[in-house]
C-alpha cells in the first residue's frame, strides 16, 4: 500500500465521519448526506484493510505495513518489522550475529536457512507464538536452540498477532 492510498483512505474515512456528526447532530441533515458519510466511512476502512492485499516479494529489512507476500533481508538487514500484515519471512543464508524480528497485529512466519543455527530469544504479548520446541500463547519468554550449523542470535517479540518458527 502506498501513501497515496493510506492518505485516500484516511481522507474518506475523516470526512464520512463529518458527515455523519452533521446527520446526527441534524446539521442541515438530508438522507444523501447519511448515505454519503456511510459510503466513505466504509469506503476508506475497506481500503486500509484490504487495500494492500496484493502478494508482494520485498527484499531488504525495515519496517513493513499492510502487506501480503514475502520479505527476503539482506544479509546486512538487523531488524524486520510487519504490522498490520500476513508475511512470510526467509532469512538470508549468512545471517548478522545478531538480527530481531517483530510482528505487530499481524501473521508471521520466519524461515531459516538451511544449515544455520539460532539462539531465539523470544518473547509474546497478547499473541501466539509456535516453534519447533512447542507453543508459547498469550504473555511469556522463552530461549531455544533452534537448527545446528553456526550459530546467531534472533530476537523474535509478537504482540497481538502471531509468529511461528521454521527450521
Not at 544479509?75 to 519471512?89: E, G, L, P
Amino acid at each position: 500500500m502506498n501513501r497515496t492510498m493510506i492518505f485516500a483512505a484516511i481522507y474518506m474515512i475523516l470526512i464520512g465521519l463529518m458527515l455523519a456528526v452533521k446527520a446526527a447532530f441534524r446539521l442541515d441533515f438530508n438522507g444523501y448526506s447519511a448515505a454519503t458519510a456511510l459510503l466513505l466511512l466504509e469506503s476508506g476502512v475497506f481500503l486500509l484493510i484490504f487495500g494492500g492485499r496484493k502478494t508482494a516479494l520485498r527484499r531488504g529489512g525495515g519496517k513493513f505495513l499492510f502487506m501480503h507476500g514475502r520479505v527476503l533481508p539482506s544479509q546486512q538487514d538487523t531488524n524486520v518489522t510487519v504490522c498490520f500484515s500476513d508475511a512470510d519471512i526467509e532469512l538470508p543464508s549468512v545471517l548478522p550475529p545478531e538480527m530481531e524480528v517483530r510482528c505487530f497485529f499481524s501473521n508471521c512466519v520466519v524461515r531459516l536457512p538451511q544449515g544455520r543455527s539460532v539462539r531465539a530469544q523470544c518473547s509474546v504479548s497478547f499473541g501466539d507464538m509456535q516453534t519447533p520446541e512447542g507453543a508459547l500463547s498469550g504473555f511469556g519468554e522463552k530461549v531455544l536452540i533452534v537448527g545446528d550449523g553456526p550459530q546467531s542470535l534472533l530476537r523474535l517479540r509478537c504482540c497481538f498477532g502471531s509468529l511461528t518458527l521454521y527450521d
